[in-house]
Nanobody, 122 residues
Framework: QVQLVESGGGLVQAGGSLRLSCAASGGTFSGYVMGWFRQAPGKEREFVAAISRKSATAIYAESVKGRFTISRDNAKSTVYLQMNSLNAEDTADYYC???????????????WGQGTQVTVSS
């Protein structure tokens, strides 16, 4: 069973950038599809991005396309979310997630991290 720990959140001004990291342990990282989700105050959790096991495929929510990039380093058991051109609507708790199937989708993730907070000031 994999454990996930996010880091890299913080306070940033609108238009700025942040890079989130998610370190995995306790499992075979390269065997998991990895995803990022977020939950803003008073809203439901939503999909942000996902990446296939060998980085061949990445998918994004429309709201972040062109601004966010998901990547992974299987040697380091870490997945990243590079976030550029941030705006106030990106303020949320960001969660890393993993699943053992090969399908890169927006749903059905089995394992979750505790989250890291991102606040964008306007």
């Amino acid at each position: 069973q994999v454990q996930l720990v996010e880091s890299g959140g913080g306070l940033v001004q609108a238009g700025g950038s942040l890079r989130l990291s998610c370190a995995a342990s306790g499992g075979t990282f390269s065997g998991y599809v990895m995803g990022w989700f977020r939950q803003a105050p008073g809203k439901e959790r939503e999909f942000v991005a996902a990446i296939s096991r060998k980085s061949a495929t990445a998918i994004y929510a429309e709201s972040v396309k062109g601004r966010f990039t998901i990547s992974r380093d299987n040697a380091k058991s870490t997945v990243y979310l590079q976030m550029n051109s941030l705006n106030a609507e990106d303020t949320a708790d960001y969660y890393c997630a993993a699943k053992e199937t090969s399908m890169v989708t927006t749903r059905s993730y089995n394992y979750w991290g505790q989250g890291t907070q991102v606040t964008v000031s306007s």
